[in-house]
């Protein structure tokens, strides 16, 4: 006697709100992962350093815009976690946690995919590396490494358990090993390369004020907004400096070991 198929608000559905979590939460922490990395720490573009105009290039209006992203990943990871609560049983399912994986996997090389085609390309919002002669390159390393490698760990996890399943398995735990490991190589300064120092300055700050922080740290001004209230300084090789906040300028460190908490200040 066939058996009749399971209801729609069976396994089939919880199995599928489970696959659909994993993806969620995938892309999720994809976009944290791009937007923590490139806009923060190694500060190789925001969200739209691409588009033209004043307006547009005010390291304020750039800083929103991440930070609207970011707000966006927060509820798209919240989408994903309530699925993933709703279909929680069938995480004791037989090869359920491989498919959530992959389908976390797949989430995560599928922002990369969407950010490379639409933000990239088409749209022209920015590239991986805005201050280069290079930008496809770029583009197309980026994609490699974090959006295709993570596709193909999830089709190999796709593909059944067994040997293949484990040898999938240490493929996407080598991935996430080399993307932390090449994460913080990126972030090293060259050998004798001068570091970098950010001024902001608060309104009604003077800029005599931030002239004062340049000639206390023996630096040299590299850029001013034109608005005059953020200042990227050049420290000389081997400066170290305090962090702090005094007198209406707080300064930031660009060395991402700080975690944008050293810079600047005194007693």
């Known amino acids: 006697m066939r058996t009749a198929p399971p209801p729609l608000n069976g396994p089939r559905r919880s199995d599928l709100r489970l696959l659909w979590a994993g993806a969620l939460i995938g892309f999720a922490l994809s976009g944290f992962f791009d937007g923590i990395l490139l806009h923060q720490v190694l500060q190789w573009h925001h969200l739209l350093s691409g588009l033209d105009g004043p307006g547009w290039q005010d390291l304020r209006t750039q800083v929103l815009a991440d930070g609207l992203f970011h707000l966006f990943m927060y509820v798209v990871a919240a989408v994903g976690l309530g699925l993933l609560v709703h279909a929680r049983r069938c995480l004791q399912g037989p090869g359920s946690q491989r498919r959530l994986l992959a389908a976390a996997l797949t989430g995560f090389g599928a922002w990369h995919l969407l950010d490379a085609v639409l933000s990239h390309w088409w749209l022209g919002l920015h590239r991986i590396r805005m201050d280069t002669a290079q930008p496809l390159l770029w ?8 959006g295709l490698v993570p596709l193909l760990a999830a089709w190999r996890l796709g593909r059944g358990p067994g040997r293949r399943e484990r040898k999938a398995g240490r493929l996407a735990v080598l991935l ?4 932390v490991a090449a994460a913080g190589w990126a972030t090293r300064p060259p050998p004798g390369a001068e570091d970098r120092l950010t001024l902001l300055l ?8 931030a002239l004062a922080a340049v000639h206390a740290v023996d630096a040299r001004i590299a850029w001013v907004d034109p608005a005059g209230t953020v200042w990227v300084l050049a420290l000389p090789p081997g400066r170290a400096v305090d962090s702090g906040y005094r007198d209406g300028v707080l300064a930031i460190g660009g060395r991402w070991a700080a975690a944008a908490c050293a810079g600047w200040g005194g007693s």
């Open 202 to 209: 608060a309104p009604g700050t003077r800029p005599a004020q």
């Open 139 to 146: 583009d197309l390393g980026w994609l490699a490494a974090f």
């Open 176 to 179: 996430g090993a080399v993307t």
